[in-house]
Nanobody
């Protein structure tokens, strides 16, 4: 079973930046598309960014141009650089397996291809 540990969240003012990290256990990491999901209070979890094993990326419209997803297959890590943060980006952020063509889709959905288990997530709070 894959274990996922997210870190890097915090409190930041609007317009600021944060860099999230996710460490994944297991040798299957390098062959899987990985993504960052987020869940705001009272809302469903949403896939906002995804990156294939070969480095192809896709983003939800709400974060396009502001967020950048990256990965290091040798270290089993995936990152999310978040710039120009807005109060509406406030959410708990999770990493998990994803379908690169399913950005914007709400979890749960068979089209998302997540592992079925989740880490604890990391809280991002953006103040206005």
């Amino acid at each position: 079973q894959v274990q996922l540990v997210e870190s890097g969240g915090g409190l930041v003012q609007a317009g600021g930046s944060l860099r999230l990290s996710c460490a994944a256990s297991g040798s299957i990491f390098s062959i899987n598309t990985m993504g960052w999901y987020r869940q705001a209070p009272g809302k469903q979890r949403e896939l906002v960014a995804a990156i294939t094993s070969g480095g192809n990326r896709n983003y939800a419209d709400s974060v396009k141009g502001r967020f950048t997803i990256s990965r290091d297959n040798a270290k089993n890590t995936v990152h999310l650089q978040m710039n120009s943060l807005k109060p509406e980006d406030t959410a708990v952020y999770y990493c998990n397996r994803a379908n690169v063509w399913s950005v914007g889709r709400l979890w749960p959905s068979t089209g998302l291809a997540d592992f079925g288990s989740w880490g604890q997530g990391t809280q991002v709070t953006v103040s206005s």
